[in-house]
């Protein structure tokens, strides 16, 4: 049963209690296996990218829209796409 559950990503106890009809089967993607560390590091990265996104509405809210704000604005979208292409790398691994 446990190698069963593991093997359907589920928890031994939810594949028991949808066996015996006590629940409605949910098939949901099985969470992949991330390196604790990673997880810290891309977590540290979105607070930072999240101060600099706060601090970028702010100045564009007062008129700021000087140098530093399009260049800092402009490398917070190269930063997203980069993101976006690492994601859809480790989805495909």
């Known amino acids: ?3 069963k559950a593991e093997a359907a ?3 031994a ?3 028991l209690r949808e066996a015996l009809g006590l629940t409605e089967a949910r098939r949901r993607k099985p969470v ?3 390196d604790p560390a990673l997880v810290l590091a891309v977590g540290r990265i979105g607070g930072n990218l999240n101060q600099i996104a706060r601090w970028l509405n702010r100045a564009m809210l007062v008129g ?3 140098l530093d704000s399009l260049t800092v604005a402009r490398r917070l979208l190269v930063i997203e796409r980069q993101l976006a ?3 859809d790398e480790a989805r495909r691994c």
């Open 32 to 34: 992949p296996r991330v």
């Open 13 to 15: 106890a939810t594949l």
């Open 1 to 3: 049963m446990r190698a």
């Open 85 to 87: 292409q690492l994601l």
């Open 64 to 66: 700021r829209t000087d």
């Open 9 to 11: 990503g589920l928890p």
